[in-house]
């Protein structure tokens, strides 16, 4: 059974640029949670997606849009990339109480 | 807002018992988690505590709760070079584990 997974693994982009990250979750999980992990700090709530809809936002601004697919697998956009974008991000899914995260991508802003 | 606050290292000996430690502020945290993450690598959900519990066992690992606090530990028992990671505490006052707060995580080093 795989477990979340998480494409790219590694990305660089240039100020300004948009960028789109993939996630497929685990067999079974039908919710999909975002978080951006800093270096050296633990990871922040983005939002979460179920049923295709954005179900729970966390304090980001709308620069970061998702995207839910019918069959659980999710995207994470971010518009006008600044320098602070510059992060691990995680993509976690979940049925219940128990939230498993993929590898991440690792964004690298410039 | 919710607020997770862990303490940043702590470094034993293998074969000693490793406590972590986390206080929460969040009152309506109804699941308390604590995670794993190895170099480069994603979170690992070790184990977790409902907040009606005090105290959970797994194997080597022990989850106490305070609720009174807003307190809660790990413990790894017989600790071992491969537990030297860093430990996350996180809550979440959802059954869908959804808006987890995450502490910025507890470095622990075990030394041979």
């Known amino acids: 059974d795989a477990g979340v997974t998480q494409s790219p693994t590694h990305l660089i982009k240039t100020r300004g640029q948009q960028v789109t990250l993939r996630c497929s979750p685990k067999s079974g999980h039908d919710t999909v949670s975002w978080y951006q992990q800093a270096l050296g700090q633990g990871p922040q709530f983005i939002f979460q997606?179920?049923?295709?809809?954005?179900?729970q936002r966390g304090n980001f601004p709308d620069r970061f849009s998702g995207h839910q697919f019918p069959n659980y697998s999710s995207e994470l956009n971010v518009n006008a990339l600044l320098l602070g974008d510059s992060a691990l991000y995680l993509c976690?899914?979940?049925?219940?109480?128990?939230?498993?995260f993929g590898p991440g991508t690792r964004l690298t802003v410039t | 807002g919710e607020d997770v606050e862990q303490s940043l290292f702590l470094s034993v000996r293998e074969g000693d018992s490793s406590v972590i430690n986390c206080t929460y502020t969040?009152?309506?945290?109804?699941?308390l988690y604590w995670y794993k993450q190895e170099p480069g690598a994603g979170l690992q959900l070790l184990t977790y505590i409902f907040s009606n519990m005090d105290m959970k066992q797994d194997q080597r690992l022990t989850v106490l709760l305070n609720k009174k606090d807003k307190h809660l530990s790990l413990r790894i028992a017989d600790t071992q070079t491969g537990d030297s990671a860093i430990y996350f505490c996180a809550e979440s006052p959802n059954t869908n584990a959804g808006k987890s707060t995450f502490g910025d995580g507890t470095t622990l080093t075990v030394k041979p």
């Open positions: 976690a899914s979940s049925a219940s109480y128990e939230q498993y």
């Open positions: 997606y179920y049923e295709e809809e954005e179900r």
């Open positions: 969040d009152s309506s945290s109804t699941y």
